[in-house]
């Protein structure tokens, strides 16, 4: 079947087979930043921003995208020109191995494009999810409190 789809502000098409993950589609497109962890929606590797929603894209069906709007964290930031929520992770030394990064920054982005100026409770429900093995979980949340203070740079 075919898709068509808005990709990181790009059109794309993509003839995908009807059970085909969007995880695994969008990794036919070259977009590597979306992990594969578990495969089982338990992780975050794999969070995608759909239509301003974060989806863990390892549960969702690549046919659900059709005439949607997919955005990766290639799309927020670059090593030049930064996302605040990047910056902020970086600057409290919350990205150590990277894995998890990608999804955590899209699931952060999408709370932040809906509010603001989250709570510490509203940003923990809306991670929760995602798996860090490296950093722990305080040095995330205080770059993300920096974030919602407006004191990323």
Not at 61 to 69: F, L, S
Not at 85 to 103: D, K, T, W
Not at 105 to 121: G, H, L, R, W, Y
Request: proline letters at 4%.
């Amino acid at each position: 079947m075919n898709i068509a789809f808005t990709l990181n502000g790009k059109p794309q098409e993509l003839t995908i087979s009807p059970n085909e993950k969007l995880t695994e589609a969008l990794r036919r497109l070259g977009v590597y930043s979306v992990k594969t962890g578990c495969n089982e929606g338990a992780c975050g590797s794999c969070v995608v921003n759909v239509n301003g929603r974060a989806v863990k894209s390892c549960l969702m069906y690549a046919a659900q995208v059709d005439g949607g709007c997919v955005e990766t964290v290639e799309f927020i930031g670059s090593l030049d020109n930064p996302h605040p929520i990047q910056s902020a992770l970086v600057e409290e030394g919350a990205v150590q191995c990277g894995f998890c990064m990608g999804g955590l920054i899209m699931s952060a982005k999408a709370v932040f494009d809906k509010n603001p100026s989250p709570t510490d409770e509203e940003l923990a429900i809306h991670l929760d999810g995602h798996l860090c093995r490296c950093t722990g979980y305080e040095k995330i949340q205080s770059a993300l409190r920096k974030v919602s203070s407006g004191a990323a740079s």
